[in-house]
C-alpha cells in the first residue's frame, strides 16, 4: 500500500513563526501535493510538484512555499505563520496521470496562536 | 473554470437506510470524476471513480453514475451501515497533472 506520512499530527506556533510541514511518500509518485482544509471550505490547493525541483501555485499560494529536493519529500513552508492559516493540512501524492488516485496523509492540524 | 457543489450535511440516517448524497458539477473540457471518503482523524481515500459519460463507479456498495446531461455524479448506497459515518467529498480533474478540484464533502452519520 503507498504510504504518505506527514511529520506532525499537531502543531502549535506562534504569530510569525516560520513553520515547515513534512510529507513523504514511499511509492515513487511524481505527482505531490499540499491542501488545506477547513469547514464549509472543503479542501483547497496551495502547491503542488510534478518532478522534483519543480513547483507550480494552486489556487490560494499566497503566504505559503514549498521545496522538493527530493521525489519522495515535499515540504510546506509558512514564511510568517498568521492566525488565518490555522487549518488542517493535507499532503497527498499520485502517479501523473489525471484519473490516477490520490494517496493522501492522516493531515496535520497547525493552530496559529 | 472548474466547480463542484455538494448538497450540505451533515446528512444522518438510521442503519440499512437509503443513501444518496448529490453532487453536480462544472468543467472546462471533459472530466473524470471521483467520490473521495474521509473517516474521522484520517486523510482522503478514493472510493470510487468514473471517467466518462455513463459510466458507474462502485465499490463497498457505493455507487455513482456519471451523467453528462445533467452534470451530475450523485453518491447512492442501499443499505448504509454505522461504520459508513464519515466525510464524502465529490471531485473532478480535467487535462492532465492529477490537480483536483474538491467540493465542500458532506458528513454522513449513520445512527443505530
Known amino acids: 500500500d503507498v504510504k504518505v506520512t506527514q511529520s506532525s499530527r499537531y502543531l502549535v506556533k506562534r504569530t510569525g513563526e516560520k513553520v515547515f510541514l513534512e510529507c513523504v511518500q514511499d511509492?515513487?509518485?511524481?505527482?505531490m501535493f499540499w491542501y488545506r482544509q477547513d469547514p464549509g471550505l472543503g479542501l483547497r490547493l496551495i502547491y503542488f510538484?510534478?518532478?522534483?525541483?519543480?513547483?507550480e501555485k494552486g489556487d490560494i499560494p499566497e503566504g505559503y512555499s514549498v521545496s522538493r529536493e527530493k521525489k519522495e519529500r515535499f515540504s510546506l513552508i509558512l514564511e510568517s505563520a498568521s492566525t488565518n492559516q490555522t487549518s488542517m493540512y493535507l499532503c497527498?501524492?499520485?502517479?501523473?496521470?489525471?484519473?490516477?488516485?490520490?494517496?493522501f496523509g492522516n493531515g496535520t492540524r497547525l493552530t496559529v496562536t | 473554470g472548474n466547480s463542484v457543489t455538494q448538497m450540505e450535511g451533515p446528512v444522518t440516517l438510521s442503519e440499512e437506510a437509503f443513501l444518496t448524497i448529490n453532487c453536480t458539477y462544472t468543467a472546462t473540457g471533459y472530466p473524470s470524476l471521483f467520490w473521495y471518503v474521509q473517516y474521522p482523524g484520517e486523510g482522503l481515500q478514493l472510493l470510487l471513480k468514473?471517467?466518462?459519460?455513463?459510466d458507474k463507479g462502485s465499490n463497498k456498495g457505493f455507487e455513482a453514475t456519471y451523467r453528462k446531461e445533467t452534470t451530475s455524479f450523485h453518491l447512492e448506497k442501499g443499505s448504509v451501515q454505522v461504520s459508513d459515518s464519515a466525510v464524502y467529498f465529490c471531485a473532478l480533474v480535467t487535462g492532465g497533472g492529477n490537480k483536483l478540484t474538491f467540493g465542500t464533502g458532506t458528513q454522513l452519520k449513520v445512527e443505530l
Open positions: 511509492m515513487d509518485h511524481e505527482n
Open positions: 497527498a501524492s499520485s502517479l501523473p496521470t489525471g484519473w490516477s488516485p490520490l494517496h
Open positions: 468514473a471517467t466518462k459519460a455513463d
Open positions: 510538484s510534478y518532478d522534483v525541483k519543480m513547483k
